[in-house]
């Protein structure tokens, strides 16, 4: 059973750092491009970033540019989310989610398959 759980949400204060990580089991990683969305409540699901599964090319939405960085541990089957300089509007639920073939930009969140949970992330002081 494919599974994705995120992990590493919670409180932190504007400008603060926070890593999210996403587990998967039931399937080998490097065998998919991985995706983070978030979402705000009432608003559609936003792509944040990806990571290819073949280079580990990477794409970041502008509004994250130089804050946030992906990565990929294939080895513990594990996607990571460093986010940096976090402001307030940036308290969302956060998702990881898995494709073997996408593009990975625009990230387009009905072209993914496998999500996870999702993880809330609350930057506040």
């Known amino acids: 059973q494919v599974q994705l759980v995120e992990s590493g949400g919670g409180l932190v204060q504007p400008g603060g750092s926070l890593r999210l990580s996403c587990q998967a089991s039931?399937?080998?990683?490097?065998?998919?491009?991985i995706g983070w969305f978030r979402q705000a409540p009432g608003k559609e699901r936003e792509g944040v970033s990806c990571?290819?599964?073949?280079?580990?090319?990477?794409y970041y939405t502008d509004a994250v540019k130089g804050r946030f960085t992906i990565s990929r541990d294939n080895a513990k089957n594990t996607a990571y989310l460093q986010m940096n300089s976090l402001k307030p509007e940036e308290t969302v639920v956060y998702y990881c989610?898995?494709?073997?073939?996408?593009?990975?930009?625009?990230?387009?969140?009905?072209?993914?398959?496998?999500w996870g949970k999702g993880a809330l992330v609350n930057v506040s002081s």
């Open positions: 989610a898995a494709e073997e073939v996408v593009a990975i930009a625009p990230m387009l969140d009905w072209e993914w398959a496998h």
């Open positions: 990571i290819s599964k073949s280079d580990d090319t990477s």
């Open positions: 039931g399937f080998k990683l490097e065998k998919y491009h």
